[in-house]
């Protein structure tokens, strides 16, 4: 079916709900058309159900000016090219190349600056770098301007070093509970949403204090407290405020987490679809964990659809942990569309490549998927073989250790011993209880394991149909 005004479509499309909010609290169109365009882009932007076509009788110049409205009003509040913009003015300044425009651009830009705003810190050392420049030149009038900022601002700018200086040290201990559960972080917590709502700290800083009291609230799985955290920047990012379209799909990333734990899929699915929207670093990422939502709501065509359109970025980067990801999630998907063998040979040739890097970074992720291929094809003593060769035992009683331990290799090794005649049916069920010894599991753990139990029935119903109630009503 064809598409009216296809192009107008498409950007309609592009568009972020967060930036469809900022957008419409700067509308003041009188003419009627316009108006009627903007509102139903808006309108398309926040339907999370279906989306209205446009009238293709209205003179498309009026959807030219729309377009071109928008994008010169998300530009102005995009902080990641304000940073775009100061860091090819350094470039300038330090290799002489810098033109009159350039400099009569970035002087109105100093003399009419009024507030802190987002990349403050790199603004105030780029004027520090161009100061000595102009003083060379004996510009004395455009040295008065550049001192005259430097000196209104000074103060804000050594408050802001100091704050980076210490959300640094803030990052280290948050990051090393979350690797090591060695620190005590909540004290940190009071002053870092301070600093978060303060409009007096540049936006860089507030940022980040956002993304610690986000990972600290992960840490603590304190869910309610991080919901009400990320309402607040919802809000920020609605106003304009913090803005760049790398942020918001950072923050849409970050919603798909907290709602995939607290089991609300379509509200993860929903936010997952919105931080792959727009491409970026991160996006890899962004996709794989989409992916991981679509693959637990039964949904494996949609998500063989999204990693074969994002295939380029998994080719070409050199992110192991996400690549490995990737490849894994390829591998799940091909089992549950019933395509096992496919899923089987896509394992076995990224192992070949990629061996060393697997062990480093993701063993258990890949492995996961590769041997419940190849339980799915009933290849038991192939299990076995990948499982001596690559040491899985060994490395599935390490992670024993971790709180999110679900034992789905330990219990498919077991199962390949039992099938491969190799142990009875006594100290099949021994192995499988095991693993269980002195874990509390958390709700999101007995439910993947229910999955895994699930799977494994088809290959010995009476053994793991057993295990079913004894453990997620008795051990657990």
Same mark, same amino acid.
Do not use: W
């Given at each position: 079916m064809k598409v009216k005004l296809k192009k107008f479509t498409e950007f309609n499309k592009q568009l972020l709900p967060n930036e469809a909010r900022y957008l419409a609290s700067k509308e003041n169109f009188l003419d009627a058309e316009k108006k009627a365009i903007f509102d139903l882009l808006i309108s398309n932007c926040l339907n999370q159900i279906g989306f209205e076509e446009f009238d293709d009788s209205i003179n498309k110049r009026k959807y030219s000016y729309i377009k071109n409205w928008v994008e010169?009003?998300?530009?102005?509040?995009?902080?990641?090219l304000t940073l775009e913009w100061l860091i090819d003015l350094k470039r300038k300044i330090l290799t002489d190349a810098i033109t009159a425009d350039d400099e009569a651009e970035f002087l109105g830009y100093l003399t009419q600056y009024k507030s802190i705003e987002f990349n403050f810190q790199t603004l105030y050392d780029l004027a520090r770098e161009y100061k000595p420049y102009l003083l060379v030149r004996m510009r004395y009038n455009d040295h008065q301007i550049v001192s005259r900022f430097l000196e209104e601002f000074k103060g804000a700018y050594e408050q802001s070093m100091q704050v980076k200086d210490k959300l640094y040290h803030a990052t280290s201990a948050i990051t090393d509970q979350y690797t090591l559960n060695n620190q005590e972080t909540s004290h940190m917590e009071s002053w870092l949403m301070d *600093?978060?709502?303060?409009?007096? *700290?540049? !936006?860089? @800083?507030?940022?980040?204090?956002?993304?610690?009291?986000?990972?600290?609230?992960?840490?603590?799985?304190?869910?309610?407290?991080? #919901?009400?955290?990320? #309402?607040?920047?919802?809000?920020?990012?609605?106003?304009?405020?913090? +803005?760049?379209?790398?942020?918001?799909?950072?923050?849409?990333?970050?919603?798909?987490?907290?709602?995939?734990? #607290?089991?609300?899929?379509?509200?993860?699915?929903?936010? !997952?679809?919105?931080?792959?929207?727009?491409? @970026?670093?991160?996006? =890899?990422? +962004?996709?794989?964990? =989409?992916?991981?939502?679509?693959?637990?709501a039964h949904k494996a065509t949609e998500a063989r659809r999204l990693l074969n359109k994002h295939v380029k970025l998994y080719q070409e980067t050199h992110n192991y942990h996400q690549k490995i990801g990737y490849a894994s999630y390829l591998i799940r998907t091909y089992i549950e569309l019933g395509k096992a063998d496919l899923a089987i040979s896509t394992a076995e040739i990224f192992l070949k490549k990629y061996n060393e890097d697997i062990l480093k970074h993701r063993w258990h992720h890949f492995f996961t998927s590769y041997v419940s291929a190849l339980v799915s094809q009933e290849k038991y003593g192939e299990v076995l073989k990948v499982s001596s060769k690559y040491h899985l035992e060994e490395r599935e009683n390490e992670r024993k250790l971790k709180n999110n331990y679900v034992p789905n290799i330990a219990w498919s090794i077991s199962l390949s011993r039992f099938m491969e005649g190799k142990i009875s049916s006594e100290v099949l069920l021994k192995e499988i209880k095991d693993p269980l010894v002195d874990i509390e599991a958390t709700s999101n753990q007995k439910e993947l394991m229910a999955k895994v139990i699930e799977k494994l029935s088809k @290959?010995?119903? #009476?053994?793991f149909e057993k295990l079913k109630s004894h453990v997620l009503f008795v051990s657990i």
């Open positions: 010169k009003r998300i530009r102005a509040i995009d902080v990641d *600093i978060f709502e303060n409009e007096t *700290i540049d !936006g860089k @800083n507030r940022y980040q204090a956002f993304v610690l009291l986000a990972f600290m609230y992960t840490n603590y799985g304190e869910n309610q407290k991080l #919901e009400i955290l990320f #309402e607040k920047i919802d809000r920020f990012f609605s106003n304009g405020m913090m +803005y760049s379209k790398r942020l918001l799909c950072n923050y849409y990333a970050s919603r798909v987490l907290l709602h995939s734990k #607290e089991g609300d899929f379509k509200k993860a699915e929903y936010f !997952g679809y919105l931080s792959v929207r727009y491409e @970026n670093n991160d996006t =890899l990422m +962004y996709v794989n964990n =989409l992916v991981a939502i679509l693959l637990r @290959n010995l119903p #009476e053994a």
